[in-house]
T-cell receptor, first 111, second 112 residues
Framework: QQQVKQSPQSLIVQKGGISIINCAYE??????FPWYQQFPGKGPALLIA?????SEKKEGRFTISFNKSAKQFSLHIMDSQPGDSATYFC??????????FGKGTRLHILP | DSGVTQTPKHLITATGQRVTLRCSPR?????VYWYQQSLDQGLQFLIQ???????AKGNILERFSAQQFPDLHSELNLSSLELGDSALYFC???????????FGDGTRLSIL
């Protein structure tokens, strides 16, 4: 019940296309859902986060869509660029508990 | 730059040895987290300290231990090293017991 399942494991998208990464969770007590972006040789960096009282949050080309009833959330990257090529992790937490991370998605944007 | 400093960046050692990884959190952050990242294994949470006290424990082996010092820096000690311990070890920090975490750039540990 503590897991966060992320898919796909890897994704290849053409430049200018939309990249979509999906995550599902079981624990309905989760109340914080961040996404992290990790470039090779670097640590993960917080990209965008959402709480379950909203269904969508947008920051620039990055959008989180949240479906509370389905216990799913997704990251959409619009107009994907080669510089977006990285590993993306979804995550979830509740209250003061530790963050549970998904296994990551390796995104490659073709130039 | 996240403000979290990890040293050393790379460490090469042999099986059976012991190493210490060091983390300095962002200024003002009281929580320190340690993670292990292996190929295809994602981020495995090891342990969390908050203001010097152990707060949460994850999949940390008995051969591993950690502590947070009064100046809030933290050390992760890995002993009786095995080939399977080769991985990236990340430290993260946050101001509170939970919430957004800021990661360092990791220590790459290679066991020969």
């Amino acid at each position: 019940q503590q897991q966060v399942k992320q898919s796909p494991q890897s994704l290849i998208v053409q430049k200018g296309g939309i990249s979509i990464i999906n995550c599902a969770y079981e624990n309905t007590a989760f109340d914080y859902f961040p996404w992290y972006q990790q470039f090779p040789g670097k640590g993960p960096a917080l990209l965008i986060a959402i709480r379950p009282d909203v269904s969508e949050k947008k920051e620039g080309r990055f959008t989180i869509s949240f479906n509370k009833s389905a216990k799913q959330f997704s990251l959409h990257i619009m107009d994907s660029q080669p510089g977006d090529s990285a590993t993306y992790f979804c995550a979830a937490s509740k209250g003061d508990d530790k963050i549970i991370f998904g296994k990551g998605t390796r995104l490659h944007i073709l130039p | 730059d996240s403000g979290v400093t990890q040293t050393p960046k790379h460490l090469i050692t042999a099986t059976g040895q012991r190493v210490t990884l060091r983390c300095s959190p962002r200024s003002g952050d009281l929580s320190v987290y340690w993670y292990q990242q292996s190929l295809d294994q994602g981020l495995q949470f090891l342990i969390q300290y908050y203001n010097g006290e152990e707060r949460a424990k994850g999949n940390i082996l008995e051969r591993f231990s950690a502590q947070q010092f009064p100046d809030l820096h933290s050390e992760l000690n890995l002993s009786s090293l095995e080939l399977g311990d080769s991985a990236l070890y990340f430290c993260a920090s946050s101001p509170y017991p939970s919430g957004p975490q800021h990661f360092g750039d990791g220590t790459r540990l290679s066991i020969l």
